[in-house]
């Protein structure tokens, strides 16, 4: 089981970015997933879930409107859409499983600064 996450960077306030994580290793279709982030000296928060259907979706209040997750169950992918990103968005990014968590990926850097 894997998953590998990718499109992180620096971007100014108000900018946006698109997130992935590829899963490998098992039935994608089958699991509900989420992206979690985890900003220095705190602790990991769920930023965003989506059913394994993808239509049903669930954010953290402090990303409502902002952030849009979606899947594309035929290339085992998670995507997550960030717009108006602000310093405190900062954190480095996850996804994983909904339940029955797998390891957690290296994750991808999201730096918000201007």
């Known amino acids: 089981v894997q998953l590998v996450e990718s499109g992180g960077g620096l971007v100014q306030p108000g900018g946006s970015l698109r997130l992935s994580c590829a899963a490998s290793?098992?039935?994608?279709?089958?699991?509900?997933m989420t992206w979690y982030r985890q900003a220095p000296g705190k602790e990991r928060e769920l930023v965003a879930a989506?059913?394994?259907?993808?239509?049903?979706?669930n954010y953290a209040d402090s990303v409502k409107g902002r952030f849009t997750i979606s899947r594309d169950n035929a290339r085992n992918t998670v995507y997550l859409q960030m717009n108006s990103l602000q310093p405190e968005d900062t954190a480095v990014y996850y996804c994983?499983?909904?339940?029955?968590?797998?390891?957690w990926g290296q994750g991808t850097q999201v730096t918000v600064s201007s």
């Open positions: 989506v059913s394994n259907g993808g239509g049903t979706t």
């Open positions: 994983n499983r909904r339940v029955s968590p797998v390891s």
């Open positions: 290793g098992f039935t994608f279709s089958r699991y509900g």
